[in-house]
């Protein structure tokens, strides 16, 4: 099925660093969701953006819907180490309401 | 309370045996979903509901059937498990493109 390019597919933070990440389509979307997955547990959302060019921020993240709807970004301010896990993009490109997923992007702590 | 449940949490079955997983939610959502997570493959949508007795399938339907009698609750059956389909099931629900998922069910057929 389609599926999403998601990247970077791992990446090492230090506490305290800036982290980027992005999700791109061949298709365009109608709605770009970001959500994180901590070991055991199911996903949680952290943002949805529903306009193109949208900059939308939950405490420490952002993310934008980008102006082509192909493609959205999550960025992670000043990154703690409660920020490990997986995160996930998923976009709709319909009124079906199902989601297109990305691979996910793992962040992991530097020791 | 948790919106979202899921049961149970772990089984171990054997091959060939029928299984059937729950999901129940206090939300009142249309909509309902079953997810398997495997490595590799993130997340593949196996059928979903968009209304009581409304069901779909998804991209992954091969060997599972679901039903919903009540809004509140989605079940999906696996007629006669196999190893293929050891994994971890989410089940997840909305009312729109937001997706809200339950902790999981861990599955592994022997």
């Known amino acids: 099925g389609q599926q999403l390019n998601q990247s970077p597919q791992s990446m090492f933070i230090q506490e305290g660093e800036d982290v980027s990440m992005n999700c791109t389509s061949s298709s365009i979307f109608n709605t770009w969701l970001w959500y994180k997955q901590d070991p055991g547990e199911g996903p949680v959302l952290l943002i949805a953006?529903?306009?193109a060019g949208e900059l939308t921020s939950n405490g420490r993240l952002t993310a934008q819907f980008g102006i082509t709807r192909k493609d959205s970004f999550l960025n992670i301010s000043a990154s703690i180490p409660s920020d490990v896990g997986i995160y996930f993009c998923?976009?709709?490109?319909?009124?079906?309401?199902?989601?297109?997923w990305g691979a996910g992007t793992k962040l992991i702590i530097k020791p | 309370d948790a919106g979202i449940t899921q049961s149970p949490r772990h089984k171990v079955t054997e091959t060939g045996t029928p299984v059937t997983l729950r999901c129940h939610q206090t939300e009142n959502h249309r909509y309902m979903y079953w997810y398997r997570q495997d490595p590799g493959h993130g997340l593949r949508l196996i059928h979903y509901?968009?209304?009581?007795?409304?069901?779909d399938k998804g991209e992954v339907s091969d060997g599972y059937s679901v039903s919903r009698s009540k809004t509140e609750d989605f079940l999906l059956t696996l007629e006669s498990a196999t190893s293929s389909q050891t994994s971890v099931y989410f089940c997840?629900?909305?009312?729109?493109?937001?997706?809200?998922f339950g902790p999981g069910t861990r599955l592994t057929v022997t």
């Open positions: 953006l529903y306009k």
């Open positions: 509901s968009y209304g009581v007795k409304d069901t």
């Open positions: 998923a976009g709709a490109m319909d009124s079906n309401y199902q989601l297109i």
């Open positions: 997840a629900t909305g009312q729109s493109y937001e997706q809200y």
